[in-house]
């Protein structure tokens, strides 16, 4: 593994430091793995075609989502992409919750009304999910010009994809949130690829985000993602920043998508080995290991698993129980009134 | 009561609004110390500081997006395109972003800003700075559309667009800004998805937006005084809401019903106009809805060019005298 930590914010990338905490580090594994086995129970659900429509998956990409939302505080703001599950059951939002949008359910996050690529949940401080490449960028730099303009102390964070940074609203929303200072964390997650097609393919650079990172006067922040530590604490770097009212930070994070792009994808245009390769450095496992060598007892981490698996078990039969959205709720909420009504 | 002109008139509607709710604020490109390319925002930043009046890069996905975050968490943010063609590299925020971001997330994303910007031709700008646009922002569920004609809707409907709930796209015209006419003094807000009878008429309704509106009341005057021809001249003002009340209303009473639009043919909102007189007020018609409009070609440069695709007060004169067998 190839990984190039950044040298101007310190010792991020030695696991072995024992600043975080057990508390912390309990949280931690607690959420990545809820990540990984909500995932893996949508992908299951789907392939039973419980799951309509399409799903993008963070398998293999947990250490991010749970990294950041670990390092937030309560009124921070996620911005999220299509691939938003983890991210969004990252900051608390119930499993049935999630997976009932996923199925299309009534108890679903937004009662069907937006589907596995747009969740939602204000009250967790998730404030979409966005399925245009690149859109959720300057939104987010609106949620922290807010937040400059009224002496707000949140900080928004904005999460996309390698293939991301080729397109315009990436640009004009870093320069923007430079210029302005804004208290905004954009994060990268490099899974190497975009759809398909590998990002090296369609770049000049090595790094997609990192290496733009100067063309905004930002720092080049090139992370692990796939160590849960490292990325809590860039993390919690990046949100000190932008809270002092420092400005933006651009993180990249390397890590590797263990399924396909969405639904069903058998991913074949991958080398053969690179996947049997990345799972060596899977961030659960690295995570497991890396309590164990902190001297958490197996019981515990054992614990945990049974929690969290009971915790998704439950959701699935909720979900599988519960009726469809009621047909009354298409007209609803198109305009502030309620409703949609266009003319008198 | 002063005379102002409908460019001072925007100054005065924002400002208006941002010494009334300390939320609003105001961005774009070249707004802020120049005053706006068409110097309709004047004077906003010395009164209202940087803070609140800022200027940006050229970077209209930032605009918009950056208003949209603002306004989801709880600024009332009013944004300029500086013309309304350049709606063309931002189209995602206002086909996509704004108007579905409520609906989507099942009522719990709120999105209360104002998109003003310079529409329509005149000006002899070009394709690409001369166009009415308005037809692209109507067909999207979830916006508000809005296209004053005077100075004092201008204020009115700025000021209710500000304080509207939803997002509002609101064009003036590049043509109106030196167009001056008479306002109150004092606080003046107006009420979205309102027509204006303009003038009462009993052989035929014009139903006419924006630039459209003085030419249309001129062509009834000429048809009045010419031809004895009486006129009803409807100014839509808000396409969405539309206020198909007046318009059924007024055809009741007329019995016939020409549009005048600006922008091309197809699809325009006279179409649309047009279509619900024929579903619900068919046998209140005597004859053929007629629809004037620019024809289906990019707007030419040249002053004689646009002129004579644009619809004039001769040519609704000449459309409604043969219309009406007169
Ligand atoms: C503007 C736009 N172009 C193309 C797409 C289709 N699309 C969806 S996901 C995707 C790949 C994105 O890759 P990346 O940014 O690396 O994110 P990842 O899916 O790997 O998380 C593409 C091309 C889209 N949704 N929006
Ligand atoms: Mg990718």
């Avoid at chain 2, 796209?169 to 979205?192: C, M, Q, R, W």
């Avoid at chain 2, 027509?195 to 003085?214: E, N, S």
């Avoid at chain 2, 021809?229 to 969405?240: A, K």
Wanted: aromatic share 8%.
């Amino acid at each position: 593994m190839s990984t190039t930590y950044d040298l101007t914010l310190g010792p991020v990338g030695s696991g072995l430091n024992d600043d975080i905490g057990e508390e912390k580090r309990l949280a931690l594994f607690r959420s990545q793995v809820r990540l990984r086995d909500s995932e893996q129970r949508a992908f299951d659900l789907f392939l039973q075609n419980l799951v309509k429509g399409t799903s993008h998956l963070s398998l293999g990409q947990e250490a991010i989502a749970a990294g950041f939302a670990e390092a937030m505080q309560k009124g921070d703001l996620s911005f999220c992409t299509y691939r938003g599950h983890a991210h969004t059951l990252a900051r608390g939002v119930p499993v049935e919750k999630v997976l009932g949008e996923l199925m299309q359910r009534d108890n679903g996050l937004m009662r069907g009304k937006g589907g596995s690529m747009h969740l939602t949940s204000e009250e967790h401080g998730v404030m979409g999910s966005y399925a245009i490449i690149g859109a959720h960028l300057p939104i987010a730099c609106g949620a922290a010009w807010r937040a400059q303009y009224r002496g707000d102390k949140d900080v928004a964070v904005c999460f996309f994809g390698d293939g991301t940074t080729n397109i315009g609203a990436f640009h004009e929303a870093v320069n923007f949130a430079a210029v302005w200072k804004l208290p905004v964390v954009f994060v990268c997650e490099n899974n190497l690829y975009m759809e398909y097609t590998p990002i090296k393919d369609v770049i000049p650079i090595p790094q997609p985000a990192a290496d733009r990172a100067s063309a905004y006067g930002l720092e080049r922040i090139l992370i692990d993602g796939n160590d849960a530590d490292v990325v809590y604490r860039t993390a919690q770097l990046a949100f000190g920043k932008a809270r002092a009212g420092e400005g933006p930070s651009l993180i990249e994070c390397l890590t590797y998508r263990h399924s396909g792009h969405s639904r069903a994808d058998p991913a074949k245009y991958r080398p053969e080995g690179e996947l049997e390769k990345w799972k060596e450095h899977d961030p659960i496992n690295l995570y497991r290991e890396r309590l164990r060598q902190f001297g958490v007892k197996d019981e515990v981490i054992a614990e945990i698993e049974a929690s969290v698996r009971k915790e998704v078990d439950d959701a699935t039969e909720a979900c599988k129980a519960a009726p469809s959205p009621p047909l009354d709720i298409i007209t609803t909420d198109v305009y502030a009134d309620g409703g949609w009504a266009w003319r008198n | 009561m002063a005379e102002i002109s409908y460019r001072d008139a925007v100054t005065r509607a924002i400002a208006q609004e941002m010494a009334r709710d300390p939320d609003v604020v105001f961005l774009g490109e070249d707004v802020a110390k120049p005053g706006g390319c068409f110097k309709a925002t004047v004077g906003l930043y010395e009164q209202f500081g940087g803070v609140r009046v800022r200027d940006t890069p050229i970077s209209e996905q930032a605009i918009l997006g950056a208003a949209m975050g603002a306004a989801m968490t709880g600024l009332k943010p009013i944004a300029e395109i500086m013309f309304s063609d350049f709606i063309a590299v931002c189209f995602d925020y206002i086909a996509n972003e704004f108007p579905k971001a409520r609906y989507m997330s099942n009522g719990q994303t709120k999105c209360p800003l104002v998109v003003r910007t310079a529409n329509g031709a005149g000006s002899r700008f070009g394709a690409q700075h001369s166009q009415s646009v308005e037809n692209w922002c109507m067909m999207i569920p979830g916006l508000k559309v809005v296209a004053p004609s005077s100075p004092v809707d201008v204020i009115g409907l700025m000021a209710a667009a500000v304080r509207d709930p939803d997002p509002v796209i609101f064009f003036e015209h590049k043509s109106l800004y030196n167009s001056k006419a008479e306002v109150p003094d004092g606080e003046i807000v107006d009420t979205l998805g309102t027509a204006k009878i303009l003038r009462a008429g009993t052989d035929c309704t014009i139903v006419a937006l924006a630039l459209m509106v003085p030419r249309a009341l001129e062509a009834a005057e000429r048809l009045r005084i010419d031809h004895g021809i009486d006129c009803e001249v409807i100014d839509v003002r808000s396409l969405v809401p539309l206020d198909t009340r007046t318009i059924l209303g007024s055809v009741a009473k007329t019995h016939r019903l020409f549009t005048v639009e600006e922008n091309p043919r197809l699809c325009g909102w006279g179409a649309e106009i047009v279509s619900i007189v024929a579903d619900e007020a068919f046998y209140d018609l005597d004859g053929p809805p007629v629809r004037i409009t620019t024809p289906h070609i990019p707007l030419p440069a040249a002053d004689i060019m646009e002129d004579v695709v644009l619809p004039t007060p001769q040519r609704i004169v000449d459309t409604v005298r043969k219309s009406l067998g007169s």
